[in-house]
């Protein structure tokens, strides 16, 4: 996928014979395109939150991960859009470099048969093809925070037309060190501007962000803080450290279970070293972390996303935002950090109503942290034996 400009396949035709979506009206152009999509009927916060994009009202947004939040905000966005004119008109601001890829991706598919145009601007790609797609024109940017600064203090782009300004997963941006870079891109926006924020959690550092950069914004909250979605089975293993990979192997090897699975390890050695030892044992298995270069990870995702690729393992890099309905099982092999980091991770499973496991391998090492974890998420997270490890 080229740096800058976010492509999709050719939509299948779609016969549209009605602009409802769900009791809203939307334009034909993006009702054909959500025909395409295969969207139906507006999920819970789309409801919620598209009537008051389109009422031009700043938007604090807390929803449980799957729950369609892109299209929450990228159905108004897009079709507020003058596809007249070059000029950035939106800006997308998103914690990783695959999270701003999949948004303008989604963006890209929602602004097709209008004309909207999106480029995704990212760290650890060249920056010719990027500023192609700027010079082209984009109405609509999605960015993550540094490489925007790069090309803002290149003189490559204004913000100064920008309408409305996004903020996707802004917890993760905080807890990655973004806070100064993303109050640097503010001011140089509008200050009449429209601004949306969503967030899985809304810590302090959140509420402060939006006190002083949003004007009265409506609060919007679809699910509990921190809770996994509804959907999501809950399993744990109380498996010693040293037996982890017999375990997993053991998971790995019932024919009733894991048809594609997302592997957590705390490390990127732990990462290398896992892949490794499952790709001597024949497993279909790719890893993906943050010292891999763009390409690698691109050609990485490619596969998972296509469900040509079985087993994925990877540090927390690919724990939020990224959307791939395929999968069946998340796999804590190291135990989160947090509650959150908990919640964040099993999300990638249980895709927009779909049904999905997560698993969580607890070891001599994990009491502490599983027991905060179990206190939060309370029956739903069940004890169950290994049969042949443990026999």
């Not at 035709?13 to 334009?27: D, I, K, W």
């Not at 048969?113 to 192609?132: K, N, S, T, V």
């Not at 092999?333 to 969580?360: F, L």
Request: aromatic share 6%; charged share 25%.
């Amino acid at each position: 996928m080229p740096a800058a400009q976010a492509q999709t396949e050719a939509e299948p035709e779609a016969r549209v014979t009605s602009n409802l979506f769900g009791q809203m009206t939307v334009s034909w152009e993006v009702a054909r395109a959500l025909a395409a999509m295969g969207y139906s009927a507006p999920t819970p916060i789309q409801e919620t939150v598209i009537p008051l994009v389109r009422q031009a009202f700043d938007v604090v947004g807390q929803a449980q991960t799957g729950t369609g939040k892109t299209a929450a905000f990228g159905i108004p966005l897009v079709e507020a859009a003058d596809p007249k004119s070059n000029s950035l008109q939106v800006l997308i601001l998103t914690p990783t470099r695959e999270l701003a890829v999949q948004v303008c991706a989604e963006l890209t598919r929602l602004g097709q048969y209008r004309g909207i145009r999106a480029a995704a601007i990212y760290g650890g790609q060249a920056f010719g093809p990027q500023l192609d797609a700027l010079h082209r024109g984009s109405q609509i940017v999605v960015a993550t925070p540094g490489r925007l600064m790069d090309h803002l203090g290149r003189g490559n782009l204004r913000l100064d037309q920008a309408r409305t300004v996004v903020l996707d997963e802004a917890d993760q941006m905080l807890d990655i060190g973004f806070a100064p870079d993303i109050e640097r891109i503010l001011r140089q926006t509008p200050r009449s501007r429209q601004t949306l924020l969503f967030s899985a959690t809304m810590p302090e550092p959140i509420k402060r962000l939006a006190r002083r950069y949003m004007r009265d914004p409506q609060w919007v909250r679809a699910g509990g803080e921190a809770r996994p979605v509804e959907q999501v089975e809950q399993v744990y293993y109380e498996v010693a450290e040293r037996d982890k990979r017999f375990a997993l192997r053991e998971l790995l090897e019932d024919p009733q279970g894991v048809t594609q699975a997302l592997i957590f390890r705390r490390t990127k050695a732990g990462v290398d070293d896992l892949v490794y030892d499952l790709k001597r044992r024949s497993y279909d298995v790719q890893g993906i972390h943050g010292d891999m270069t763009q390409p690698q990870r691109d050609a990485v995702m490619k596969l998972f996303r296509a469900n040509r690729l079985r087993l994925l393992v990877a540090t927390n890099l690919a724990a939020r935002g990224l959307d791939i309905s395929g999968i069946s099982h998340v796999i804590n092999y190291d135990m989160p950090s947090n509650v959150e980091e908990y919640v964040h991770r099993i999300g990638r499973t249980a895709r927009m109503g779909k049904p999905g496991t997560a698993i969580i391998l607890v070891s001599e090492w994990d009491v502490d942290t599983f027991d905060t974890i179990l206190a939060h998420v309370g029956k739903e997270l069940k004890l169950q034996r290994l049969a042949k490890l443990y026999a």
